[in-house]
């Protein structure tokens, strides 16, 4: 019962007391009332605190599903799928594409098809789970450089265009990015953007330009490593 209702009929027990029995017992009904006032304002809080608690309980529920804009729970089920054999060597027949990497640098179908495979990373300079993973990335980029295995990394920043490329350079000096990242054009939109359901996102890509594992929604390195691995036993 609302607080405002309970006072109209306490008054207006109030007053028909007053009228029947005279003023001897005002001050007792005065006391019940106060008693039912407490008995009310204590409920109100209680309800107040369930409130409250299904509230944290319905965020941190939210904090553990994939969202939008960024993802915290990878998708690992992917790993079980052997990935697809592509056909190797001839022509590049992936989607076309000619960008510039944050620096300003041309960039095209090159960055594929001099490499083995390659790991692209869609991510968001406002994304905490993508910029955790990149120091990992970065240490993996370094990995694969040494050892020579014809396995790049690189990262697409999905909210920058080339006039606020800053914003993503800044990320990177923090984290101790070296690989390139590329400012999307149509072609690289069309390639790992256009269905984009959230950052991070990584996809697995052959030397002609064809999506070979992925999408692989949320921070997880580990399950990139393992499905370069699997599609390097395959063309072996």
Known sequence: MKKTNLIKILAAALTASVLLTGCSDIEDILDDIDDELEELEEDEEEEIEDEIEDDEEDE??????????????????????????????????????STVDVYGNSVGTEIFSQNTVTVVNVWGTYCGPCIEEMPELEE?????????????IIGLPCDVDYSTADYAIDVMNDTGVTYPNLILDDGLYEMFCEDLYCVPTTFIVDSNGNIVDGPFEGAY?????????NYLDSID
């Open 60 to 97: 941190d529920d939210d904090e553990e599903e994939t969202t939008g804009t960024t993802a915290v729970t990878p998708d690992v089920t992917r790993d079980e799928d052997e990935p697809t054999k592509p056909a190797q060597g001839g022509e590049y027949t992936g989607t076309k594409f």
């Open 140 to 152: 993996w980029y370094e990995e694969e450089q040494s050892a020579g295995r014809g396995v790049m």
């Open 221 to 229: 390195v580990q399950g990139y490593k393992d499905a370069v691995d």
